[in-house]
T-cell receptor, first 121, second 114 residues
Framework: GAVVSQHPSWVICKSGTSVKIECRSL??????MFWYRQFPKQSLMLMAT?????????EQGVEKDKFLINHASLTLSTLTVTSAHPEDSSFYIC?????????????????FGPGTRLTVL | SQKIEQNSEALNIQEGKTATLTCNYT??????LQWYRQDPGRGPVFLLL?????KEKRKERLKVTFDTTLKQSLFHITASQPADSATYLC?????????????FGKGTTLSVSS
């Protein structure tokens, strides 16, 4: 089945530094990828939609200058957390949709990466 | 306001019993609804998708129902096993459009004891 990978799986950094997280679709092309953030015992919250070849779309309240997204190819999207602070510590997960054909319209499922645990000291 | 709620934060059952998890939504009219499994420290894994014109969907020991009148989906695991212990998330696409982002409930953490 479709596989999405993320690298690194965990990272610890000092406050003020930048961290880059990679999300790759391994056996399919993804023109769209999604970045989510999950705090402990909370649901996944959508941060942004990454679009290949164009600018990302950010959800309300997510700073685009702080969370830089680059979708340079059909299999790779990167999220860079710039000037990280302890409050940015979280579990970051990417996903890519796979279309499912149905009798009534199209729908999709999403394949998620394994997540990246970011800890900012 | 729009909400997707999973009423139970945690559910504890004995091995062999049927686990039933509930997902309710308000102010959405989803064309389809999905269920995912998430293990600690891992990304969600897709389990089942059910469309609005389907009352029920089955996959091995899993069964999902979708009642658009009640605005509710039920997720059942029959003959539960300790390996089924995980957090189960329901999700829907607010845009009702394939390829768009999903909105997730907070999840129900299922614990199956032997």
């Amino acid at each position: 089945g479709a596989v999405v990978s993320q690298h690194p799986s965990w990272v610890i950094c000092k406050s003020g530094t930048s961290v880059k997280i990679e999300c790759r679709s391994l056996d399919f092309q993804a023109t769209t990828m999604f970045w989510y953030r999950q705090f402990p015992k909370q649901s996944l919250m959508l941060m942004a939609t990454s679009n290949e070849g164009s600018k990302a779309t950010y959800e309300q309240g997510v700073e685009k200058d702080k969370f830089l997204i680059n979708h340079a190819s059909l299999t790779l999207s990167t999220l860079t957390v710039t000037s990280a602070h302890p409050e940015d510590s979280s579990f970051y997960i990417c996903s890519a949709p796979i279309l499912l054909a149905g009798r009534v319209g199209q729908s999709d499922t999403q394949y998620f990466g394994p997540g990246t645990r970011l800890t900012v000291l | 306001s729009q909400k997707i709620e999973q009423n139970s934060e945690a559910l504890n059952i004995q091995e062999g019993k049927t686990a039933t998890l509930t997902c309710n939504y308000t102010n959405y009219s989803p064309a389809y609804l999905q269920w995912y499994r998430q293990d600690p420290g891992r990304g969600p894994v897709f389990l089942l998708l059910i469309r609005e014109n389907e009352k029920e969907k089955r996959k091995e020991r899993l069964k999902v129902t979708f009642d658009t009148t009640l605005k509710q989906s039920l997720f059942h695991i029959t003959a539960s096993q300790p390996a089924d212990s995980a957090t189960y998330l329901c999700a829907l696409s607010p845009a009702n459009q394939a390829g768009t982002a999903l909105i997730f409930g907070k999840g129900t953490t299922l614990s199956v004891s032997s």
